[in-house]
């Protein structure tokens, strides 16, 4: 299955509150993956719907998918580099 279509599944949109995905994924709290995106320091991008302090941070299932991936790859290359 596709990374991708799997968060999909999950949450069901294409742009995933940057809240549900904080815990779960990235072992942040909500108010910690907040701050981070506020200084944009997450390492995929995040973005509001509007300009305005109170909306939600966002992020889009796409790229949240292929930091994923990418840090699949990236453990998948370290194990080898280790087992082999």
């Known amino acids: 299955m596709n990374t991708l279509f799997l968060l999909l599944a999950e949450f069901e949109t294409g742009i995933i509150p940057l809240d549900d995905i904080?815990?779960?994924?990235?072992?942040?709290?909500p108010a910690q993956a907040r701050?981070?995106?506020?200084s944009q320091a997450l390492p995929f991008p995040v973005h509001k719907a509007i300009s305005s302090q109170k909306a939600p941070w966002l992020v889009s299932a796409h790229?949240?998918?292929?930091?994923?991936?990418?840090q699949r790859e990236a453990a998948r290359s370290e194990w080898n580099a280790l087992n082999r």
């Open 22 to 29: 904080a815990a779960k994924y990235l072992g942040l709290s």
């Open 35 to 38: 701050r981070r995106a506020a």
């Open 63 to 70: 790229d949240f998918a292929k930091h994923l991936d990418q």
